[in-house]
Structures are given as C-alpha cells and as structure tokens.
C-alpha cells in the first residue's frame, strides 16, 4: 500500500511538472536593444543585442532589416547574444529576429523592432 502511494504521488508530480516543460519548449525571443522606437545614428557602428530560448524545432536565427536578405547567427546558444547591424539608411527600419529551423523555415518564434535613424 505504501509503494502505490509513492507511486500516485510521484506520477501527480510528474503530471504537475509537465505543463511548464511544454510551456518552456515554445521558444522565445527578446530584444534588448535597440529599443522599441529608438533613435540611433546614420552609418555604421549600430549593435543588435537579443536573448534567444530555442524551440523544440529551432537551430539557429534569422535576422532581418526591413525587407534584406537575412543575416543567419547560429552563434545563439550562450546568450545574451549581439551583432553588428549592417549601415542603416536615415529613416524608420523594422529589425526582426526570427527562429529558424535546420532547413532554414521560420517557426513563427521572433522578436521585433523599430527604429528611426538620423
């Protein structure tokens, strides 16, 4: 009797736990900066720096300024993570980080940003 009780309560624990593994394996990622609506300077010199919690199908990011060709970093797995962004014309950009699986699919997993350059 002791040893099925042991069990009940081991197995409701494990049943407990399992919500937040599978809310954990969804993926995340963050922005930290530039922040949401920053201002930054013309030319080069500008960094993307972002938090990234793989999902279960993700490999590696994509990064894109507006509407470029992605910058691929699979460098990701001791973040927080930071890169150079490319030379941004004045005006308003959208910087986008988006989960990428092996073959490179999106998985829907990103994190965004805009930003207005002077």
């Not at 150079?84 to 989960?99: F, M, R, Y």
Request: glycine share 8%; hydrophobic share 40%.
């Amino acid at each position: 009797m002791k040893a099925l009780n042991s069990l009940a309560v081991g197995l409701a624990l494990v049943a407990l736990a399992s919500p937040v593994f599978a809310a954990d394996s969804a993926g995340s990622i963050s922005i930290t900066a530039p922040a949401n609506g920053a201002v930054l300077s013309s030319g080069s010199g500008n960094k993307l720096e972002f938090n990234v919690h793989l999902g279960p199908n993700g490999n590696h990011v994509h990064i894109y300024v507006d509407d470029q060709s992605p910058i691929i970093d699979r460098d990701i797995h001791n973040c927080p993570c930071s890169i150079d962004l490319p030379t941004l014309s004045p005006g308003k950009h959208t910087i986008a980080v988006k989960e990428a699986t092996v073959s490179h699919a999106l998985t829907g997993v990103q994190g965004t940003t805009t930003v207005t350059v002077k």
